[in-house]
C-alpha cells in the first residue's frame, strides 16, 4: 500500500497527538475520560485517513451512501456534544463563582470593613503613599 503526501503528513501528526495525549493521560495532565476519549478520536482520524475504504465500508453498512458523507455527520454529532459540555461547564462555573462571591459577602458582613477590603480610590491610596514617603524622608533629613 503506497501513502500518498497528505496521508504520509497527516498520520504521523495523528500518532504523535495519540502518544502524547497517552502521556498526558498517566501523568495526570488530563483527567482519564479526556485521555481515553481524545486517544480514541486521534486513532479513529488516523485510520480513517490511512485505511479510507474502510469509511466507505461502515458508511453502506449503516445505510449512508458515501464514506465522506459519515464522516461529516460525526464531526457534526461530536461538535454539537462538545458545545454541549462546554455550555454545562460555563453553568457550572456561573453556579460556583455566585456561590463564592455569596458566601464572601455574607463573610464579609457579618466580619466588618477589613483592611484587605481594597479602597474605593485607588489614586488616593498612592497619594497617601506618596506624601507619608516624602514626609519620612523629611524626617530622616532633620535626624528625627
Known sequence: MELNLFQQVVVPIMGFLTVATIVAGVRSWLNKREAVLLTLLWLAIGVSILLPDLTQRVARMLGIDRGTNLVVYLTFLIVVVGFFFVYR???????????????????????????????????NSDSEQASSSAAGSDDSATGA
Open 89 to 123: 461547564g460555563m453553568t457550572n462555573m456561573k453556579r460556583e463563582i455566585t456561590l463564592l462571591v455569596r458566601h464572601v459577602a455574607i463573610r464579609d458582613a457579618n466580619q466588618g470593613p477589613t483592611s484587605s477590603t481594597p479602597t474605593s480610590n485607588p489614586a
